[in-house]
């Protein structure tokens, strides 16, 4: 799995200037009118919690695509991250409350 524990995410995110909204979670989540605008889908490869097979697996996070990008390369390496694609969400970046929204559970 490409993330140890949550306080990888937390370290990971820091490093990278992102902020990362949902972790495997299925597409429909991008679909969420209450992300901000520059909320992106990130589609990559991952491993099963078995660790036999690769998966299709999605994260939502909140940053540039150039950072996010960076991010899951250096986490993933070669030929695993599938594409990054914006989500669906209206809200402004400077309105938008990511601990609330962490804290909500969507």
Same mark, same amino acid.
């Given at each position: 799995?490409?993330?140890?524990?949550?306080?990888?995410?937390?370290?990971?995110?820091?490093?990278?200037?992102?902020?990362?909204?949902?972790?495997?979670?299925?597409?429909?989540?991008?679909?969420?009118? @209450? +992300?901000?605008? =520059?909320? !992106?889908?990130?589609?990559?490869?991952?491993?099963?919690?078995?660790?036999?097979?690769?998966? #299709?697996?999605?994260?939502?996070?909140?940053?540039?695509?150039?950072?996010?990008?960076?991010?899951?390369?250096? @986490? +993933?390496?070669? =030929?695993? !991250?599938?594409?990054?694609?914006?989500?669906?969400?209206?809200?402004?970046?400077?309105?938008? #409350?990511?601990?609330?929204?962490?804290?909500?559970?969507?």
């Amino acid at each position: 799995m490409i993330w140890a524990s949550n306080d990888d995410v937390q370290n990971t995110a820091a490093q990278y200037s992102i902020t990362i909204l949902n972790i495997a979670c299925k597409i429909e989540a991008s679909m969420n009118k @209450k +992300l901000p605008t =520059n909320a !992106l889908l990130v589609h990559y490869l991952d491993l099963e919690k078995d660790g036999e097979h690769l998966v #299709d697996t999605y994260d939502i996070v909140m940053g540039s695509k150039v950072d996010t990008f960076d991010c899951y390369y250096d @986490k +993933l390496g070669k =030929n695993k !991250l599938k594409a990054i694609g914006f989500c669906r969400g209206t809200i402004r970046p400077q309105q938008f #409350d990511s601990k609330s929204y962490l804290k909500s559970g969507n």
